[in-house]
């Protein structure tokens, strides 16, 4: 039986390259937006296109299936390498679990993918049968990574919207001064203050009353 990526027919196995391969390419620009960190575009473009054409030429290497499965694996090992690398250079603000989440299951995959072909063919041949599978649970690992950390930021933008429309209900944006609701607010907490303090001294004074007496 020829060698092919995961053991599935060529023409699958191109189809479902290339998807993998368009997954990688938009996993790698959707981290660059989303961790403001910049890509090389010609570089991004470059590779797509090779790793692309690597992936079509498949028929061309029927002689030699493991050196077009060992180019398709060193093309998203890539690929995640990138994501990680620019997941560590980020400024942006993450809880550390958050981080550590999606740099460990990163690098997960990154090996898995390296792996592939070393492990199916020399160490553990049946490994294509569960490679499909362990992948996919890293996978989605490490997209849950992601939402968690795109919910975090959208939370910690919420809380930063909010003091900054609070901010500028009791602040005026002209002058930075206080304004009118800023000391009604301040003028009722004082208000409550002395009314709790007028309490306790007559608490107090009727307490020393009753002890006289």
């Given at each position: 039986?020829?060698f092919?990526?995961?053991?599935?027919?060529?023409?699958?196995?191109?189809?479902?390259?290339v998807?993998?391969?368009?997954?990688?390419?938009?996993?790698?620009?959707?981290?660059?937006?989303?961790?403001?960190?910049?890509?090389?575009?010609?570089?991004?473009?470059?590779?797509?296109?090779?790793?692309?054409?690597?992936?079509?030429?498949?028929?061309?290497?029927?002689?030699?299936?493991?050196?077009?499965?060992?180019?398709?694996?060193?093309?998203?090992?890539?690929?995640?390498?990138?994501?990680?690398?620019?997941?560590?250079?980020?400024?942006?603000?993450?809880?550390?679990?958050?981080?550590?989440?999606?740099?460990?299951?990163?690098?997960?995959l990154?090996?898995?993918?390296?792996?592939?072909?070393?492990?199916?063919?020399?160490?553990?041949?049946?490994?294509?049968?569960?490679?499909?599978?362990?992948?996919?649970?890293?996978?989605?690992l490490?997209?849950?990574?992601?939402?968690?950390?795109?919910?975090?930021?959208?939370?910690?933008?919420?809380?930063?919207?909010?003091?900054?429309a609070?901010?500028?209900?009791?602040?005026?944006?002209?002058?930075?001064?206080?304004?009118?609701?800023y000391?009604?607010?301040?003028?009722?907490?004082?208000?409550?203050?002395?009314?709790?303090?007028?309490?306790?001294?007559?608490?107090?004074?009727?307490?020393?009353?009753?002890?006289?007496?």
């Amino acid at each position: 039986m020829a060698f092919t990526l995961f053991n599935v027919s060529y023409s699958s196995s191109v189809l479902y390259v290339v998807l993998v391969l368009i997954e990688k390419l938009a996993l790698v620009v959707g981290v660059s937006k989303f961790f403001s960190v910049p890509l090389v575009r010609y570089w991004v473009v470059g590779v797509s296109t090779v790793a692309v054409l690597w992936a079509m030429a498949q028929p061309l290497l029927v002689s030699i299936p493991s050196l077009h499965t060992l180019g398709i694996c060193f093309f998203n090992a890539l690929a995640l390498a990138v994501v990680w690398g620019m997941v560590v250079r980020s400024k942006l603000s993450l809880h550390p679990a958050i981080r550590f989440a999606i740099l460990t299951a990163t690098a997960l995959l990154l090996l898995h993918w390296l792996a592939y072909v070393p492990v199916s063919r020399l160490l553990y041949p049946p490994w294509h049968v569960y490679a499909f599978a362990f992948g996919t649970i890293l996978l989605v690992l490490q997209y849950l990574a992601l939402l968690a950390a795109v919910f975090s930021l959208f939370h910690q933008r919420l809380l930063e919207s909010e003091a900054e429309a609070l901010d500028l209900a009791y602040r005026d944006p002209l002058t930075g001064l206080n304004n009118k609701r800023y000391m009604d607010v301040i003028f009722d907490k004082v208000l409550l203050l002395a009314s709790r303090l007028i309490s306790l001294w007559r608490f107090a004074i009727l307490t020393l009353i009753s002890l006289n007496r």
